[in-house]
């Protein structure tokens, strides 16, 4: 079993900045898949970054593709969301994700965090 402990959410202006980090525990071996998804009140659940944890190889949404970086301390098996020049639609709760072959699609991801909160004020 794979536990995902998320952090890093909260209140900040447009334009601004915050990062997000997942901790993941448990059974992670192997090659595996991390990344981010969000979803907005009354907006289903949508992709935001993945990063392949063997290799490094990087993908995001176009909605957030050169705003947003996604790495990864394979030490502390942590992921990292640094979210810059953030926009009031970027303001959902962001789940982090961790799936043997994960990609763009919620059902390709079988672990789940709890989620945190990112509000971004106009």
């Known amino acids: 079993q794979v536990q995902l402990k998320e952090s890093g959410g909260g209140l900040v202006q447009a334009g601004g900045s915050l990062r997000l980090s997942c901790a993941a525990s448990?059974?992670?071996?192997?090659?595996?898949?991390m990344g981010w998804f969000r979803q907005a009140p009354g907006k289903e659940r949508e992709f935001v970054a993945r990063i392949r944890w063997s290799g490094g190889v990087t993908d995001y949404a176009d909605s957030v593709k050169g705003r947003f970086t996604i790495s990864r301390d394979n030490a502390e098996n942590t992921v990292y969301l640094q979210m810059n020049s953030l926009k009031p639609e970027d303001t959902a709760v962001y789940y982090c994700?961790?799936?043997?072959?994960?990609?763009?699609?919620?059902?390709?991801?079988?672990?789940w965090g709890q989620g945190t909160q990112v509000t971004v004020s106009s």
């Open positions: 994700v961790l799936g043997s072959h994960g990609y763009y699609t919620p059902d390709t991801y079988a672990y």
């Open positions: 448990g059974r992670t071996f192997g090659s595996y898949t």
